[in-house]
Each structure stands twice: as C-alpha cells, then as structure tokens.
C-alpha cells in the first residue's frame, strides 16, 4: 500500500523541461518529442492531457498504430498515473468504448486501424505514441481530418528516433515544419526516476552496439541495418489452439512468452505475456489463469529449477534448444504472421539487428530489446526442427 501511495506522488512530479516546451509555445500545432529511452516524455504526456482534461472541457484522442496493442500499452499507464491526479480510474473509464470521461472532458483511446470512427469531431489534442510506427500518409490523413479546428487543434507525437531516413525524423528533427516545436531528450532528464541498473543498461549499450547506444542511450537518430528479420507481417484476429509456446525468463528484464501455431507453414505468433517484477511464484498464477496446461511450454534452460516448479504446478514445459544461429535460420526460413495486438513483440521485431562493432557487422544479434525475439525462437527452433523425410528407393539400404 506504502508503495502505491509513493508510486501516485512520484507521478504528481511534472518534469519542468517538459512542461517549459509546451508552456512557452501556446500557439504550436505540433509538439514532437524524440529521444532516448526513460526520458519520461510518455509519462509527462499522460500528466499533461489529464491536467488538460480536468481544466477542461477538452477533447482528446490518444493514438498508436493499432488499436489492439493500446491497452497493455498506452492504457495501462493511464492507469497507473491517474491517482496521482486524484481520479478513480474505475469510476471514469468506460471498458467497451475505451473513453475517460469526467465532466465534460474525455480521453479516448484508439488506433489508427479505425480512424473513420473518430470522424466528424473536433479535438483539442491528439497524441500518437510510437509515432514512427505510422506512415507519412497516415498522418497527413490525420492532420486533415481530425484536426479540423487549425487555430487550436494540437498533435503531440512521441518516440524513439530509431532511422536517420524515417520520415519523422526528415521532417520534424532535420528541417523545419511550419507551426511545430522540437524537443530531444534523454534519461539524464530523467534520472532521478530510474534505478541504477537501468542507467548501467543504457550506458552499458556501447560496449553492445554503436548504434543501439546513439538511439537509446543518446536520444539521437540511429542508422536502420543489419535488421535480423524480414520475413513477418501483421495479421488481425487471433487463434482458438496453439501448437506450443516460448517462455523466455526475467525478474528486472520482463517474463516473456509467446504462442505460435503453423498454418500450413506460415507460423502466427502471438505476444501473451510481457512482464517485468514476476517471481516464478507470480509467474505460476499468471500460467494459471491464462494458459492452456496442455500446451507444450519450452523455456529458457538456464533456470531449471524454475522450469521443474513450473511443471510440478502441473504444466507441459521443458527447456528449449537455445541455438542462437541456428534458431534464427529456422525463424527466417518461414512465413511470420503476428497477431495485431501483440505490441512488444512486433517493436522487438522491429529493431531485432545484428551487433555492430567498429563498423563491422558480427555474426550474433544485439542483446537488447530481444525477449519476445528470444521466446519466439525457443518455440519455433525446438518445437518445429526436424529432418526432412525423403523417400529411400527400393532395394537401397543406409548405414
């Protein structure tokens, strides 16, 4: 309880960089904030559009790509945030339409998978999150359509700058769009809120990739190459039975799995569990309520004893064959269909690359980023290798 109420104060803190950006520029139509990763520039949104909401009356649409992944994504953090504001999450949000409403003022959350629905309203904000998940195309729809009102209707676009060539980036952070602000930051804007072994992480990351060190640690455009994946797509919906599931253990670094079911070859995969802070004890529960016992886990086979635990809780799981290489030829040789509201999985994918060093591409991808990566090959690799068959001619005996 003690931790709640900490958790709800710290999130009273406004970060004065922040807050000056929109302050001093009243009249700007877009607010685009880029840069590195625990910057706090999603968490100061957040305060920003409550505040906005009870001062209102305002109209405000929050935004990602997809809608399915705006729940344990955008939703959550909401969530998390809104005590500290002194709203009852449960009194004010509405679960089927997705909408915060107090007063006047309301919040919804949606996609850009159905932007027709959000037709024929004026907003006064609209904040896309993973900005750099959306094309070009689709924000100039957005800009047309939604923000009909030009003299007050403002965007706020936030992410990672993960490619110097992204449209984003050429637009907003190279040149210079009329009626928009700029901001960069990095977790040094936030330190105060983030542990120690987290700032280790980030500084950690040049001895890891050049690259991945200039995005996250520095907030600065990064160079897309040497991505490790091509071969997958997005599909909508979801499946009724899986063939097996990838489990990719953490405590810090978030509990991972995946389930994935071939469909005459073309493997869909689905992100189910993405959850830092799980003991195996946590862990079990979740398996509990949500995963089917007869489905065949494979795991990470550097914590046996958590893998015995789990199976004496009554679960098919073994370890998996944790071929790195190998296990990434396999993921490749196939078609990869990811269910639409599988969100860390599809931005692991995203960034999923081998390692740099000293401008040398190396021959094992970066450990960054990879656990959903990690879960996916644990299942595929070890539940779907085989040998080939091949028929043997009559008479021909091998030995």
């Not at 970066?366 to 644990?378: E, G, I, T």
Request: glycine share 6%.
């Amino acid at each position: 309880m003690q931790q709640k109420k900490t958790e709800s104060a710290n999130y009273r803190q406004i970060n004065k960089k922040f807050y000056q950006v929109f302050k001093d520029n009243p009249d700007t139509r877009f607010y685009v904030l880029y840069g590195g990763a625990g910057s706090g520039k999603s968490i100061f949104v957040i305060q920003y559009l409550l505040m906005q909401m009870l001062q209102g009356p305002h109209q405000i649409l929050v935004l990602r790509k997809w809608r399915a992944v705006v729940r344990e994504s955008v939703i959550e953090i909401f969530k998390r945030v809104a005590p500290g504001w002194g709203i009852d999450w449960d009194a004010h949000f509405h679960k089927t339409n997705w909408t915060l409403t107090i007063n006047k003022s309301r919040i919804v959350f949606g996609g850009l998978d159905n932007v027709e629905k959000y037709k024929g309203t004026s907003w006064d904000y609209i904040w896309i999150e993973e900005a750099t998940d959306i094309i070009e195309s689709d924000f100039s729809l957005l800009n047309l359509r939604l923000g009909r009102d030009t003299d007050s209707a403002k965007f706020i676009l936030t992410f990672n700058p993960v490619d110097e060539n992204h449209w984003l980036v050429q637009r907003f952070v190279r040149a210079s769009e009329p009626l928009s602000v700029v901001d960069h930051s990095t977790y040094k804007d936030n330190a105060k809120f983030l542990s120690i072994t987290f700032k280790d992480q980030l500084r950690d990351l040049i001895n890891k990739d050049e690259n991945f060190y200039r995005v996250y640690a520095l907030g600065e455009p990064g160079i897309l190459k040497g991505l490790i994946y091509h071969n997958w797509s997005i599909a909508p919906g979801s499946s009724k039975t899986w063939d097996c599931a990838g489990l990719d253990f953490g405590f810090n670094n978030p509990s991972a799995m995946v389930r994935v079911k071939d469909r005459d070859g073309v493997m869909l995969v689905d992100e189910c569990l993405y959850q830092s802070h799980l003991t195996n004890t946590d862990l079990i529960e979740w398996l509990k309520a949500n995963h089917d016992p007869d489905i065949l886990i494979y795991a990470d086979s550097a914590e046996p004893q958590r893998i015995e635990e789990i199976k004496k809780a009554g679960f098919r799981i073994i370890s998996a064959d944790k071929s790195v290489r190998d296990g990434i030829d396999r993921c490749k040789s196939v078609k990869l269909q990811v269910t639409d509201h599988s969100g860390n999985l599809i931005k692991e994918l995203q960034s999923y690359k081998w390692r740099e060093k000293g401008g040398i591409t190396m021959d094992e991808p970066v450990k960054v980023n990879d656990h959903l990566m990690d879960a996916m090959r644990y299942a595929i690799y070890t539940h779907y290798k085989q040998d080939v068959d091949f028929d043997v001619p009559e008479g021909m005996w091998f030995f």
